[in-house]
T-cell receptor, first 114, second 110 residues
Framework: AQSVTQPDIHITVSEGASLELRCNYS??????LFWYVQSPGQGLQLLLK??????LVQGIKGFEAEFKRSQSSFNLRKPSVHWSDAAEYFC????????????FGSGTRLLVRP | DAGVTQSPTHLIKTRGQHVTLRCSPI?????VSWYQQVLGQGPQFIFQ???????GRGNFPDRFSARQFPNYSSELNVNALLLGDSALYLC?????????FGPGTRLLVL
C-alpha cells in the first residue's frame, strides 16, 4: 500500500536552532517526493522535490531534504530556524504510475520559541 | 505570473445542499487535481483531470463530481452535503510531475 508517515505531530525548536522533520514512505514504484508548507488558513507551498539524481536536494527558504532509499525516508532539514518558519509541514509521495497524484502524510506542526 | 486561483474563499452551507467550487490553473498547465483537507489531517486526493478527461479518482462517494473546461479551469461539485464534508478544498495544477496548490476554499456544512 502507498502511504506516507510523519511520526512527529508537533515539534518545538528555539529560533536559530537546527531542525529535522521526519518522513517515511511506502511506494511500490519509483517515488517522486515532495515537501510542502502550509501556514494557518492557507494553501500549500512547495518547498522542494526529489525525482532522481543527487539525493540531497535544496529548496526555498533555506530548506534541504535527503532521500535515503534504503530507509524509505525523505527528511527535511534546516540549519537555523526563523520564527517565520512556524507552520505545518507535509511530506508527499507520487509517481508516474499513479499519474502523479499525491499521497500526503498527516503533517508536522512546527512551533518556534523566541 | 498568477498562481492557482480558487473561488469562493469561504462558503457556508447546510446539510443536504449542493456546492460548486471553482479553480483556475496556472497558465499553460493542463492538469487540475482536487484534494480535501479535513482539519488536522493531510490532504486527500479526490480527482485529477487532464485535457478535460478524468485521469484519476480517489476514494470518495459519487456525491463528489468534477469537470474540466476547454480553458483548463475546473469545477468540483458536491451534492447532498454532509457535516463531514466540512473541510478545506484544495485545487492543484501541474504541467507534469509537480503540483502547485491554490489557497483553497473553506467549506463549512451546518
Amino acid at each position: 500500500a502507498q502511504s506516507v508517515t510523519q511520526p512527529d505531530i508537533h515539534i518545538t525548536v528555539s529560533e536559530g536552532a537546527s531542525l529535522e522533520l521526519r518522513c517515511n514512505y511506502s511506494y511500490g514504484a519509483t517515488p517522486y517526493l515532495f515537501w510542502y508548507v502550509q501556514s494557518p488558513g492557507q494553501g500549500l507551498q512547495l518547498l522542494l522535490k526529489y525525482f532522481s539524481g543527487d539525493t540531497l536536494v535544496q529548496g526555498i527558504k533555506g530548506f534541504e531534504a535527503e532521500f535515503k532509499r534504503s530507509q524509505s525516508s525523505f527528511n527535511l532539514r534546516k540549519p537555523s530556524v526563523h520564527w517565520s518558519d512556524a507552520a505545518e509541514y507535509f511530506c508527499a509521495v507520487g509517481g508516474m504510475d499513479s499519474s502523479y497524484k499525491l499521497i500526503f502524510g498527516s503533517g508536522t506542526r512546527l512551533l518556534v520559541r523566541p | 505570473d498568477a498562481g492557482v486561483t480558487q473561488s469562493p474563499t469561504h462558503l457556508i452551507k447546510t446539510r443536504g445542499q449542493h456546492v460548486t467550487l471553482r479553480c483556475s490553473p496556472i497558465s499553460g498547465h493542463k492538469s487540475v487535481s482536487w484534494y480535501q483537507q479535513v482539519l488536522g489531517q493531510g490532504p486527500q486526493f479526490i480527482f485529477q483531470y487532464y485535457e478535460k478527461e478524468e485521469r484519476g479518482r480517489g476514494n470518495f462517494p459519487d456525491r463528489f463530481s468534477a469537470r474540466q473546461f476547454p480553458n483548463y479551469s475546473s469545477e468540483l461539485n458536491v451534492n447532498a452535503l454532509l457535516l463531514g464534508d466540512s473541510a478545506l478544498y484544495l485545487c492543484a495544477s501541474s504541467s507534469q510531475e509537480t503540483q502547485y496548490f491554490g489557497p483553497g476554499t473553506r467549506l463549512l456544512v451546518l
